[in-house]
């Protein structure tokens, strides 16, 4: 099926834009939802974004919204009626929930996830389920047992991960908002590698009930878009306490929206702007690290006072994150052992027919080998007579780095960094070398560590063509600090480059 | 096979046991420990569940609040020290009827740390059990193993599994090590267990029905040869839900763990089981290093903070515990300590209490429930309070009683008449017509018949012997359908032999 002219000049717009159009009577919430479903259906074939698309469950969604009273439709948050794209890490009720992981196929879950009661209130339906690495464990979605998921900008390279069938859905006009979920760099990461803008929140800020646990003290649900405002005006909408996530913070959204409307002015004086001297220099590529330096010199045009501040643990983040992490995974995929739900591998003939036996027949089965890797990692750091050598150090150097943030965040009010070290990379080519893979997320992990809030936005393109993604990164709970700067420099950088680097995307999939 | 044993007496001149308690309480919450659910006992198999209490992916625990004032309680009850900061823990393990194959306990950070519980033994002699902690931790569910004998899991071809009871609150009561009980170790045992259980109802925390499962106790023992030396290696008997199986496998322990030390043998550190119908204990898996939980705190769970402002609150609405309680009623009622303890050991000092509320005398109370109700509760096989007769019931036949309007014997009709179903003692006496016979001429008439009847017990009367009265009396009694008094019937008795 072609897509019209008219169908990809819709699905270009920003969410905020498609709500005006909502608004102003201009498209209804069931053509926006066509049109992406169009879309979908064209460019998946070469793109591989979503594990399921839900289609008739989002035009059900759009038609309930479309029928309602401009009086009920006024009291809905702006994104009302805007479709969006959900990680498959998120359990959606009535729609399969796998997080790309074949120990869940098939599994159909009874509930929705608090962010997901969000969006069903707020009108805005789910066009379906997207690719991510098993468990949300990778960084370039490679390890997902279902499929592949391709960049937009380059079909031959992968779009990061673990979210990076979020980024690229929404990166290919798929869906203009899709959500995931960060726990070493999952949303921003592959932000940086797609185009995107990804916004970690504050830990606590999003309730994580519902939200698949892989490492539940660094898990956080957040936006995904194409604009900075786009992700303010979702994360009002997902944000807040919920009673059923003990670790959710008491107090509602922060003021992100306005900060959004208020960074576009392009106004930054008096800001003090950090940058972290140990995220970036050697392993950051050159056209990383020249994107990076032009923004920053934009942030101090617009009046920004930038100096650099020393983070002296951050260098241990990785070592800390790669103890922490594991330890909590070993623990929280315990669960799958075909008792309950998902798979269930028996063992073969000859084989004692115990439960014991069943469980390990169906992990082996169920768990791709990063997964697999992991859950052995952890479960050796937890071990009694290296609990204090591996997990209490690693928690003590979570100390340091949470200190780290204080002393720099006593100086400036926001940090910024390249959020990846490179553009993307072509698939295999870090699949063999876990360490490599790994090292994608050096940047993005210590605000997991602290539990702050982080954004990635597009920082241009590098010389090879491909975006490159410059983070922002506020104290706990101040997520509208990163916001302000954040649109400024995309509005400052859309003006350097013209106009979106959208703009530069070949879309072959829109017709074009 | 009949393992080895030592007489008793001897192991325990031989050696010194030490031993260890720990008690699992489960507590009486409408709701489960993490999750809304609800909790009922004897429920259809998997229905009282949510996402939670299932480990759904995704699902997050959140603390009962209830549950946690529930251990405050507890705490004070065990004079423990409540801690300001307490944390949630994962036990990690795999097994069937743990919905999220981690258990969430408390490790290195319980709610209730250091006390004690003085308990009381028959003969007076107060042992303080020294308390290491009391912590909250949530139940498994329930396996049932189907097809092979006595549901045991050798032999059976499948096992079904119930997660009603995943997610219920416990309490584990973990005892230090017990030093210097001696041959006296199961009776302390088991005063102690029944302290807790007094102790948990009087606080309305927990049913305590040990029957159900709401309480049941892991008994570790080791013997040395003197109380200088080091701990001996350790058994645990997992699971004992009785009170005399908790004294019966102290004894039994004890026993085979001399017959083995004595021939120079070594204790298998392992965990054991009580097995009823054998009154013996059984091994089962061997302990070893390799047992590995991998305790962690739980990421989903903020640490609790208890205020000293909330303990104070607790503590305030803190009810009499019990053996302050059964020293100030045996005080109020006049009972000597073996009194006291029949009325113990019949479980009917709460029914007697309230039948004195009701306006009963202590003795006629007692008179009842430790006469004629438990008569009748043995011979049924429940409990007192489980028999269709209320302590006001009671109350009113007493009163019936000092009203001079029922005798000993229609009062005992009347008592029947409710455990029948006929209704209140009032109600039943009306039906029956039950009155004491006032009429002296009708008894003087039965008097005399019974004279007549019965000539060499007149005899015997008219001799001083007084021993066959009651021949007479039963004789009248009977004439008269119960109806005299017997009072009355004595009185006149006594007058027509002196004349």
């Known amino acids: 099926m072609s897509i019209s002219t008219e169908t990809a000049a819709l699905v270009k717009l920003s969410a905020a834009e498609q709500a005006a159009k909502i608004k102003a009577g201009e498209v209804t919430s069931r053509e926006l939802v066509e049109a992406h479903l169009a879309v979908i259906e064209a460019a998946e074939p070469s793109i591989k974004a979503f594990l399921k698309v839900s289609g008739d469950v989002a035009l059900e969604q759009a038609d309930a919204f479309d029928a309602k009273s401009a009086e009920d439709k006024a009291k809905l948050p702006e994104l009302a009626g805007v479709p969006i794209a959900i990680k498959d890490m998120i359990v959606t009720k009535g729609i399969e929930t796998t997080a790309a992981s074949k120990i869940l196929e098939g599994w159909v879950p009874p509930y929705d996830a608090t962010v997901i009661e969000k969006l069903k209130a707020a009108g805005m339906p789910i066009l379906g389920k997207t690719n991510l690495d098993e468990f949300a464990q990778g960084s370039s979605t490679e390890h997902s047992a279902y499929q592949t998921t391709h960049n937009p900008w380059d079909t031959e390279r992968v779009p990061g991960g673990s979210g990076g069938g979020s980024a690229s859905a929404v990166a290919a006009f798929e869906a203009p908002l899709a959500l995931g979920t960060d726990t070493g760099g999952s949303i921003r990461q592959p932000g940086s590698l797609t185009g995107t803008v990804g916004v970690k929140p504050t830990y606590g800020g999003v309730s994580r009930f519902g939200a698949i646990a892989m490492a539940s003290s660094l898990d956080q649900i957040g936006p995904v878009s194409r604009t900075v405002l786009d992700s303010a005006l979702l994360q009002e909408i997902i944000g807040g306490h919920d009673e059923r996530d003990s670790t959710s913070i008491p107090e509602g959204p922060r003021p992100m929206v306005a900060a959004a409307r208020e960074g576009a002015k392009r106004d930054l004086k008096g800001l003090k702007v950090g940058l972290v001297k140990e995220l970036g220099g050697e392993g950051f590529q050159p056209g990383v690290e020249a994107r990076f330096n032009e923004a920053v010199a934009q942030l101090k045009d617009m009046g920004a006072e930038v100096t650099e501040v020393s983070c002296p643990h951050f260098p241990y983040a990785l070592g800390a994150y790669y103890i922490i992490m594991p330890s909590e995974v070993s623990s929280n995929l315990a669960r799958y052992d075909g008792m309950r739900y998902g798979l269930r591998v028996m063992p073969p003939a000859g084989v004692p027919q115990t439960a014991a036996n069943m469980m390990a027949y169906t992990r082996e089965a169920g768990f791709g080998d990063e997964v697999k890797r992991r859950i052995i990692l952890g479960t050796y750091a937890l071990s009694a007579g290296y609990y204090d050598a591996w997990y209490g150090s690693a928690q003590k150097v979570r100390t340091l780095i949470i200190n780290d943030f204080k002393a720099a965040f006593d100086k400036v009010d926001v940090l910024v960094s390249p959020t990846s070290p490179s553009t993307a990379f072509k698939f295999g080519e870090k699949m063999d070398d876990p360490l490599a893979m790994y090292m994608n997320d050096i940047a993005t992990i210590p605000a997991n560590l602290a539990g702050v809030p982080a954004m990635s936005i597009p920082a241009g393109l590098s010389d090879d063509g491909l975006p490159v993604g410059i983070q922002f990164i506020a104290p706990q709970q101040r997520d509208e600090v990163m916001y302000k700067p954040a649109a400024a420099l995309e509005a400052a950088l859309e003006e350097s480059w013209g106009g979106p680097i959208w703009n530069d995307l070949k879309t072959p999939w829109l017709g074009e | ?499």
């Open chain 2, 1 to 499: 096979m009949a393992e080895k044993l030592m007489k008793y007496a001897e192991a325990c001149k031989q050696f010194d046991p030490v031993f260890g308690l720990e008690t699992h309480v489960e507590l009486c919450t409408n709701t489960k420990l993490f999750c809304p659910a609800h909790i009922e006992f004897g429920g259809e198999p998997n229905t009282q569940l949510t996402p939670v209490s299932l480990g759904l992916p995704g699902s997050l625990p959140v603390v009962n609040k209830t549950a946690v004032d529930y251990a405050i309680k507890l705490g004070l009850a065990l004079h423990c020290e409540i801690n300001e900061w307490s944390q949630f823990a994962r036990k990690n393990y795999f097994y069937p009827d743990m919905p999220r194959d981690y258990q969430i306990s408390q490790y290195d950070k319980p709610t209730n740390g250091n006390g004690y519980l003085d308990v009381e033994l028959d003969d007076g002699t107060v042992f303080r059990v020294p308390i290491e902690r009391a912590h909250i931790e949530d139940d498994a569910g329930k396996n049932t193993h189907v097809g092979g004998a006595d549901g045991r899991i050798e032999g059976a071809d499948h096992s079904l599994v119930d997660y009603n009871r995943a997610g219920v609150p416990l309490i584990e009561i973990v005892t230090k090590p017990i030093e210097g009980a001696g041959d006296r170790a199961p009776e302390i045992a088991g005063a102690y267990m029944r302290a807790i259980r007094d102790i948990v109802r009087a606080l309305g925390i927990s049913h305590a029905r040990m029957e159900q499962g709401n309480m049941r106790a892991d008994v570790n023992l080791s013997l040395r040869r003197s109380p200088n030396d080091p701990y001996g290696t350790r058994s645990e008997t997992k699971n004992v839900n009785s009170f005399r199986g908790i004294e019966k496998t102290l004894q039994y322990e004890i026993r085979r763990q001399a017959a083995i030390l004595a021939d120079g043998g070594e204790i298998l550190q392992e965990t054991r089981h009580w097995d009823e119908s054998t009154q013996t204990t059984a091994g089962g898996r061997v302990k070893s290093d390799a047992d590995d939980y991998r305790y962690f705190p739980d990421p989903d769970l903020v640490m609790l903070h208890i205020t000293k402002e909330h303990i104070a609150e607790i503590e305030a609405q803190m009810p009499e515990m019990p053996r302050e309680r059964r020293n100030r009623l045996k005080a109020e009622w006049n009972l000597t300590d073996l009194q006291m303890r029949d009325i113990l050991n019949a479980d009917a000092l709460d029914l007697i209490e309230e039948t004195v509320k009701a306006g009963a005398t202590a003795a006629g109370a007692r008179k009842w429930w430790l006469g004629e109700l438990s008569r009748e509760a043995n011979a049924k096989g429940v409990s007192l309070e489980e028999l269709p007769v209320t302590p006001a019931d009671v109350a009113q036949v007493e009163k019936l009683i000092a009203d001079g309007k029922l005798n000993d014997k229609l009062a005992k009709q009347t008592i029947a008449g409710v455990l029948a179903g006929e209704g209140t003692p009032d109600e039943v006496v009306a039906k029956h017509n039950y009155k004491i016979v006032e009429d002296t001429g009708a008894i003087d008439a039965a008097v005399e018949a019974a004279f007549e009847a019965n000539p060499d017990v007149v005899e015997k009367l008219k001799g001083g012997n007084m021993k066959p009265m009651g021949v007479i009396i039963g004789a009248v009694m009977k004439a008269t359908r119960g109806q005299a008094d017997a009072k009355a019937v004595t009185k006149i008795v006594m007058a027509k032999i002196k004349s």
